[in-house]
Structure formats: structure tokens, C-alpha cells
């Protein structure tokens, strides 16, 4: 079993992944901003950790993550501003991942989106523009690390119940890019469970008709 930090612990696709790390026996601990929401991972079976990732250094970040076997970036702004946008989504990340680095972490999955790279193609006018900047610099970052990473690409999010089941590859104009959180989780969760096949890989998908397991044992 594993020690695991999920880092936006109290994000919906986090929770949903932290009660199914704890329940097969890995040990989660869940950063979190707020203390009230200390309640809500504690259900899932993680241990909450208090701390504002935003404002942390390298330092700050490397004492946190000590001692672990994986890190998930699941945190982002949530919309709002673009600086605050690039100081999570971007900034935040990167000190993440060179954090680990020097925690001696050797896993790293980023949940990222369908799309992204340096080629997104969002106009800088464009609202979304500072988020997938922020992402394909952040991504480009774990790519060139040392850590053992995978970069999760999933289409629209949605509330839906999980299917267990996905379609692999970035989804065309026509295709359904729809994507449940709760797939998302279980993606991330296999990629942490059974890696092989999934290192040094950016997984896009969506909802479909292969089970995840299927799909993601194809990969090795």
C-alpha cells in the first residue's frame, strides 16, 4: 500500500479519489485550503491537511510532501481571476512538482484536460486563456522532471455517476467529450494502482464503452 498526497483534496474528482484509495488501503492525506472543509475528507477515509499551496515555497511544499509514494495535483482556481488563475494553475503546480523532486516522491499524476499543450489555441481575449496556458506550462514542466508522471487529459467534467467505462484518444467536433468526475477518479486511481503502461503518458479520454481497466492495462 501507499502513501499518497492529493493536493485540492476537497475538489470534486479528489474526494471521489481519495475514498477509493483509502478503501483499497492506501494511506491519503488531502490538502486542503479551508478548515471547514477538514469534515468532508474525513469521510472519505484521507487525513485533511490544512495549507494554501498558492503561497507555500519549494521549502514549504518539500516538507509537506516528506515521506510520500505519489502526489496528484487536482487543485486549481476555479475560474476568477487570470493572475490567480496563473498563481495555482501554473506556479503552484511547477513548485509542486519540483517539491517532489526533492522530497524523493517518485510518482506524480496531474489531472490536466482534453486539448491541452502549447498548441490549445485559445485566443489571449479568450477567458480560458490564462487556464490552458497555465496548464500546458505546468504540464511541460512535469514532463521535463525526473519524477515517474502521467497527465490525465479528460473532456467536459460532469456530475454523472461513474460508468466505469471510457473511451481513449482526444474526441473529435462530433464525439461526446463528456467526461464524469467520478470516471476521473478511477482513471487516476488505476494509474496509481497498476502504472505500468501509463508512465511518461498524457491519457486523454471520456466517457465510452471500454472498462477502465481494459482500457488503461492496453497502454502498457
Known amino acids: 500500500m501507499s502513501e499518497i498526497t492529493i493536493i485540492?483534496?476537497?475538489?470534486?474528482?479528489?474526494?471521489?479519489?481519495?475514498?477509493?484509495?483509502?478503501t483499497q488501503g492506501d494511506t491519503v492525506r488531502s490538502v486542503?485550503?479551508?478548515?471547514?472543509?477538514?469534515?468532508?475528507?474525513?469521510?472519505?477515509?484521507?487525513?485533511?491537511?490544512?495549507?494554501?499551496?498558492?503561497?507555500?515555497d519549494v521549502a514549504a511544499l518539500t516538507d509537506l510532501l516528506s515521506g510520500q509514494d505519489a502526489v496528484v495535483w487536482s487543485a486549481g482556481a476555479g475560474g476568477g481571476?487570470?493572475?490567480?488563475?496563473?498563481?495555482?494553475?501554473?506556479?503552484?503546480?511547477?513548485r509542486s512538482m519540483d517539491a517532489a523532486e526533492a522530497a524523493g516522491v517518485k510518482r506524480y499524476v496531474m489531472v490536466s484536460y482534453m486539448g491541452a499543450?502549447?498548441?490549445?489555441?485559445?485566443?489571449?481575449?479568450?477567458?480560458?486563456?490564462?487556464?490552458?496556458?497555465?496548464?500546458?506550462?505546468?504540464?511541460?514542466?512535469?514532463?521535463?522532471?525526473?519524477?515517474?508522471?502521467t497527465i490525465l487529459g479528460p473532456g467536459m467534467l460532469t456530475d454523472d455517476d461513474p460508468s466505469g467505462s471510457i473511451a481513449l484518444g482526444r474526441a473529435g467536433e462530433d464525439d461526446n467529450r463528456n467526461?464524469?468526475?467520478g470516471n476521473v477518479a478511477l482513471?487516476?486511481?488505476?494509474?496509481l494502482t497498476d502504472p505500468k503502461g501509463t508512465s511518461g503518458a498524457f491519457i486523454e479520454f471520456a466517457d465510452g464503452d471500454t472498462p477502465i481497466a481494459e482500457a488503461i492495462d492496453g497502454l502498457a
Not at 8 to 22: E, I, T
Not at 32 to 49: F, L, M
Not at 118 to 147: I, M, T, W
Not at 187 to 191: L, P
Request: glycine residues 6%; contains cysteine.
Open 8 to 22: 485540492g483534496g476537497h475538489g470534486k474528482v479528489a474526494l471521489q479519489l481519495s475514498r477509493l484509495l483509502s
Open 32 to 56: 486542503i485550503r479551508k478548515e471547514e472543509q477538514s469534515e468532508d475528507v474525513e469521510n472519505t477515509g484521507a487525513t485533511p491537511v490544512v495549507a494554501d499551496v498558492q503561497s507555500m
Open 81 to 94: 481571476s487570470p493572475e490567480r488563475t496563473y498563481a495555482v494553475d501554473r506556479d503552484a503546480a511547477i
Open 117 to 149: 499543450g502549447q498548441d490549445h489555441g485559445v485566443p489571449e481575449d479568450n477567458d480560458f486563456y490564462a487556464y490552458a496556458q497555465s496548464k500546458a506550462d505546468a504540464d511541460d514542466h512535469l514532463r521535463a522532471s525526473c519524477l515517474d508522471w
Open 179 to 181: 467526461t464524469s468526475r
Open 187 to 191: 482513471v487516476a486511481a488505476r494509474t
